[in-house]
């Protein structure tokens, strides 16, 4: 019945029952989607986290199902439901859209805050989580604050790769050139490549200036041929999420045996001709960059910030 997007998920909207009040917006993958029906109580998809998590299962905030209503479309979600604890938003207040946003670009908070998330979680909360409201908070500012910054560091390279897509400057860019060969299969090819030196980096096997540099510098050429592939075959950034991938596996690292498999499959999806199993490829991919940062303990930015240096002096990134 439900269109699940090619990440397989669906956003959706919580409105209370009540009032009207729109309190939140979060995704559901399928199971999400079951267990709410299920159980009666809102379960939804974090894309960091890459798991399921139930509103209010640390706070007592739960959300009760009232209704559940379709779009026309069949992709998105209207949940109305009887919010406990009075209070949707893991900053304490009722609803996350709480600030009004004035003509000089600053916020004007409307409501009144209902519980101190200082003491409900331990800790402060980030003011700018959207999916992680009731995980450890410490560790939330944290990750919430390198997603978005990953996420705006990787926009923009994918943004100056699809300008090389559609822009042929094949006489002064070696990116412009492949992107307009149009060849996927040799891309993949050179990320095999790629993907077997940065395990090697982890290993001890494939040394040139030490673990921790070796890592940024082979992690960001798997994070270029991803995006190339990513590119050639018109797939827009929301489609594929690179950065809650790495994080996924940065914050939960998997064994070396499971990246050795994990790479087996990402090559052999990305050499697929279905699209989800094209997207699910990248997922892949990117998750292994995270994996290498984490067993080389370099900051999971370092790769994206390594390759938008470089783009800062041929001139693509301001």
Same mark, same amino acid.
């Given at each position: 019945?439900?269109?699940?997007?090619?990440?397989?998920?669906?956003?959706?909207?919580?409105q209370d029952e009540?009032?009207?009040?729109?309190?939140?917006?979060?995704?559901?993958?399928?199971?999400?989607?079951?267990?709410?029906?299920?159980?009666?109580?809102?379960?939804?998809?974090?894309?960091?986290?890459?798991?399921?998590?139930?509103?209010?299962?640390?706070?007592?905030?739960?959300?009760?199902?009232?209704?559940?209503?379709?779009?026309?479309?069949?992709?998105?979600? #209207?949940?109305?439901?009887?919010?406990?604890?009075?209070? !949707?938003?893991?900053?304490?207040?009722?609803?996350?859209?709480?600030?009004?946003?004035?003509?000089?670009?600053?916020?004007?908070?409307?409501?009144?805050? /209902?519980?101190?998330?200082? #003491?409900?979680?331990?800790?402060?909360?980030?003011? /700018?989580?959207?999916?992680? %409201?009731?995980?450890?908070?410490?560790?939330?500012?944290?990750?919430?604050?390198?997603?978005?910054?990953?996420?705006?560091?990787?926009?923009?390279?994918?943004?100056?790769?699809?300008?090389?897509?559609?822009?042929?400057?094949?006489?002064?860019?070696?990116?412009?050139?492949?992107?307009?060969?149009?060849?996927?299969?040799?891309l993949a090819t050179?990320? !095999?490549?790629?993907?077997?030196?940065?395990?090697?980096?982890?290993?001890?096997?494939?040394?040139?200036?030490?673990?921790?540099?070796?890592?940024?510098?082979?992690?960001?050429?798997?994070?270029?041929? #991803?995006?190339?592939? +990513?590119?050639?075959?018109?797939?827009?950034?929301?489609?594929?999420?690179?950065?809650?991938?790495?994080? %996924?596996?940065?914050?939960?690292?998997?064994?070396?045996?499971?990246?050795?498999?994990?790479?087996?499959?990402c090559l052999s999806?990305?050499?697929?001709?279905?699209?989800?199993?094209?997207?699910?490829?990248?997922?892949?991919?990117? !998750?292994?960059?995270?994996? +290498?940062?984490?067993?080389?303990?370099?900051?999971?930015?370092?790769?994206?910030?390594?390759? #938008?240096?470089?783009?800062?002096?041929?001139?693509?990134?301001?």
């Amino acid at each position: 019945m439900l269109n699940f997007d090619r990440q397989g998920l669906l956003p959706v909207v919580i409105q209370d029952e009540a009032t009207g009040e729109v309190l939140m917006v979060a995704f559901m993958n399928e199971e999400a989607f079951s267990m709410t029906r299920q159980t009666g109580f809102t379960h939804f998809f974090s894309r960091s986290r890459n798991s399921i998590w139930r509103k209010g299962e640390q706070s007592g905030n739960e959300q009760e199902v009232r209704g559940i209503y379709v779009n026309c479309e069949e992709n998105s979600l #209207l949940i109305k439901v009887v919010q406990h604890g009075g209070a !949707a938003c893991h900053t304490g207040y009722c609803s996350c859209y709480h600030r009004r946003l004035l003509p000089d670009d600053t916020y004007q908070i409307e409501a009144e805050r /209902i519980f101190d998330p200082e #003491l409900v979680y331990g800790s402060k909360k980030s003011p /700018i989580s959207n999916d992680e %409201s009731d995980f450890p908070i410490a560790m939330d500012y944290k990750r919430n604050e390198e997603q978005d910054k990953l996420e705006i560091e990787l926009r923009q390279l994918y943004e100056v790769y699809k300008y090389l897509r559609d822009n042929d400057m094949s006489e002064t860019s070696n990116t412009s050139r492949l992107l307009q060969d149009h060849s996927p299969s040799y891309l993949a090819t050179r990320l !095999a490549d790629e993907l077997q030196e940065l395990a090697d980096v982890q290993t001890g096997d494939h040394i040139h200036a030490g673990r921790e540099d070796d890592t940024i510098l082979e992690a960001s050429q798997v994070g270029y041929w #991803l995006m190339l592939l +990513a590119a050639t075959v018109n797939l827009q950034y929301e489609d594929f999420t690179p950065h809650a991938s790495i994080l %996924s596996t940065y914050y939960e690292p998997y064994s070396e045996n499971k990246a050795i498999e994990q790479r087996q499959d990402c090559l052999s999806l990305l050499t697929s001709n279905q699209p989800a199993a094209l997207v699910q490829g990248l997922h892949i991919g990117f !998750a292994l960059i995270g994996w +290498a940062c984490a067993e080389a303990k370099v900051s999971p930015l370092a790769p994206a910030e390594h390759d #938008l240096a470089q783009m800062q002096r041929r001139g693509f990134v301001r």
